[in-house]
């Protein structure tokens, strides 16, 4: 931990967990091992986040946030957790929950509006506005996020042939296309 951090009693950070200049983490809010957090982040209480999540600098994560295992989220990704805020009404009890799955990869200055399920392996392209949730290894990109292909849990963009198979030029691992809205490993 940063000497500049602040880390509140009753907040439970796991094993191997680094934390940069300037965060701040609230009580309630479970980092799990292996994650760190950059430079100037802020998580609220209630937030959890999986193991092994890279969360770059200044990123926030609102009460309503739940990050999967193995989450990439860019360098100032932002989180909302009220669909309509106002600042002289009190919003507390219309959070809408946000859930991140596994693997699942935010670009630097994407924006998740709230009550969104990215699914795992997700890739959000950098500067996207999420609006709907995203499919198990979809890729989606522009203000509103569309739909822009497949991706590997490696990252790698996945071409589907004729046959309706793709193989991970990184990994070798083959995905089966299902349908438009669906892709399996094999």
């Known amino acids: ?9 009753g907040a439970e950070l796991g ?30 209480s209630g937030v959890t986040t999986g ?21 990439f989220l860019g360098p100032s990704c932002v989180f909302t957790n009220v669909i309509n805020p106002r600042s002289a009404i009190v919003r507390r009890d219309a959070y809408a929950p946000t859930k991140v799955g596994n693997g699942v990869t935010v670009g630097a200055n994407a924006t998740v509006i709230c009550g969104t399920t990215l699914g795992d ?26 739909f822009a292909g497949w991706m590997s849990p490696h990252g790698c963009k996945l071409e589907f042939g004729e046959n309706k198979i793709a193989v991970c030029s990184e990994s070798g691992a083959k995905f089966r296309l299902e349908n438009e809205k669906e892709i399996q490993p094999c």
Request: hydrophobic share 40%; aromatic share 8%; net charge negative.
């Open 51 to 71: 193991s092994n999540c890279k969360i770059q600098n200044n990123v926030s994560l609102y009460q309503g946030v739940t990050l999967g295992d193995d989450v």
């Open 1 to 9: 931990m940063h000497e500049s951090a602040v880390i509140d009693e």
């Open 121 to 146: 392996f997700a890739f959000i392209g950098a500067g996207s506005v999420v609006t709907h949730d995203v499919p198990p290894y979809a890729l989606v990109i522009g203000n509103p996020a569309r």
């Open 15 to 44: 094993e191997g967990v680094k934390v940069w200049h300037f965060c701040h983490v609230m009580k309630n809010a479970r980092l799990g091992k292996g994650t760190s957090l950059g430079q100037n982040s802020f998580v609220a």
